[in-house]
């Protein structure tokens, strides 16, 4: 009777043990991996070997409100890109990744989260007003951005003094050391460096007329099941107070939320 006993209490406790794995599973599900370069303060940067920024913040709560877990890997810009493009290794690309129509053909997007413009940066008393008065100039820019596309416009693609570099940090750097006049980037970036090195004597200049307002959206490979996770929980966190806490902590300032919201 002894042996029966443990023989029973040996199959109870699997029976347990199994059954727990099972809600372990379903409570937890899948662990979503999400990719970024964290090369782009105050938007993504590390902290040590921890993504921090504007964006690991947002995903967050966003994950949270989703009720998905998930990871955030520094994987760069060009690998994000492609990881994503392929949606093997990652399930999502979070990194100020501006909407725009051509990548569309590529990757499907969340709803926009983030509205954002162009800026010049350039040395105090240049007298450069708008992206025209430097198309004749030495321009530095992040390769694969917004910049580069816009800047690829006014100055042609091929024209040697459009300088592109894997990060902005890269491009900001070859602007100290006078290897460019100016370095076109995020407004968000351009301001956080200005913030950061009042040192330099640098300023931003804006161009409405040729730097339109664009949106960030999450990256995702075409056909994603988890843009319909997604959509709703980033709605949600807009609209809640979550957004705006997160924006003020990382930029400084009051969003305008109806703008991201309104944003097609």
């Avoid at 694969?144 to 042609?156: F, L, R, V, Y």
């Avoid at 939320?257 to 097609?264: F, H, R, T, Y």
Wanted: glycine letters at 8%; hydrophobic letters at 35%.
């Amino acid at each position: 009777m002894r042996k029966w006993g443990y023989l029973v209490l040996a199959v109870l406790l699997v029976a347990a043990l199994t059954a727990c794995g099972k809600k372990e599973e379903g409570a937890g599900g899948k662990v979503y991996k999400f990719a970024t370069d964290a090369a782009y303060s105050p938007m993504e940067l590390m902290d040590k070997d921890k993504v921090v920024g504007f964006d690991a913040d947002f995903l967050d709560a966003v994950m949270k409100e989703a009720g998905l877990d998930y990871k955030l890997v520094n994987t760069g810009w060009d690998a994000m890109l492609e990881s994503v493009k392929q949606g093997t290794e990652y399930d999502g690309g979070i990194s100020s990744v501006s909407i725009t129509d051509e990548r569309k053909q590529t990757y499907d997007y969340s709803i926009p989260y983030f509205e954002s413009t162009n800026m010049i940066m350039s040395k105090k008393g240049s007298g450069y007003k708008s992206a025209l008065d430097i198309k004749d100039k030495k321009v530095a820019v992040q390769n694969g951005t917004t910049a580069d596309i816009i800047m690829s416009e006014i100055m042609g693609k091929d024209n040697t003094n459009l300088k592109r570099f894997e990060s902005n940090t890269l491009a900001f750097t070859e602007l100290e050391k006078n290897g460019v006049d100016a370095v076109v980037a995020d407004i968000a970036i351009v301001g956080e460096y200005l913030k950061q090195h009042p040192d330099k004597d640098f300023e931003g200049v804006k161009d409405e007329a040729n730097f339109p307002s664009e949106y960030y959206g999450i990256l995702l490979p075409k056909g994603s099941e988890l843009k319909s996770k997604l959509d709703p929980a980033i709605k949600k966190v807009l609209e809640n107070g979550m957004y705006k806490e997160i924006y003020k902590k990382w930029i400084g300032e009051e969003p305008n939320v109806e703008n991201v919201l309104n944003a097609k």
